[in-house]
């Protein structure tokens, strides 16, 4: 019984590892799974002529930020960071 727990515990202990935590690009608090206005972005690069390259950056936002009406704001700062 002891051999069963212990093997229950480490394949529990495995799936928490490989869980990927996101945080807020903005506050850098941890998103609760429970935030159901948070919101996941890809801005995309462009090139000199307005193409896209192919590459994107992620940004996750938290819904205490898009209350506050911050976003649109903060992700046009973020993406001038970006080059």
Same mark, same amino acid.
């Not at 869980?19 to 903005?26: G, L, N, S, Y």
């Not at 948070?38 to 994107?56: A, H, I």
């Given at each position: 019984?002891?051999?069963?727990?212990?093997?229950?515990? *480490?394949? &529990?202990? %495995?799936?928490?590892? *490989?869980?990927?935590?996101?945080?807020?690009? &903005?506050?850098?608090?941890?998103? #609760?799974?429970?935030?159901?206005? #948070?919101?996941?972005?890809?801005?995309? *690069? %462009?090139?000199?002529?307005?193409r896209?390259?192919g590459?994107?950056?992620?940004? +996750?936002?938290?819904? +205490?930020?898009?209350? #506050?009406? %911050?976003?649109?704001?903060?992700?046009?700062? *973020? #993406?001038?960071?970006?080059?």
């Amino acid at each position: 019984m002891a051999g069963a727990v212990a093997y229950i515990l *480490e394949k &529990f202990a %495995l799936v928490m590892a *490989e869980r990927v935590i996101r945080k807020c690009a &903005f506050t850098k608090r941890p998103i #609760s799974p429970q935030d159901r206005s #948070s919101v996941v972005y890809g801005l995309g *690069e %462009l090139d000199e002529n307005g193409r896209y390259t192919g590459k994107k950056t992620i940004v +996750s936002v938290c819904g +205490s930020i898009r209350q #506050s009406g %911050l976003a649109d704001w903060l992700l046009h700062v *973020e #993406s001038k960071n970006i080059r």
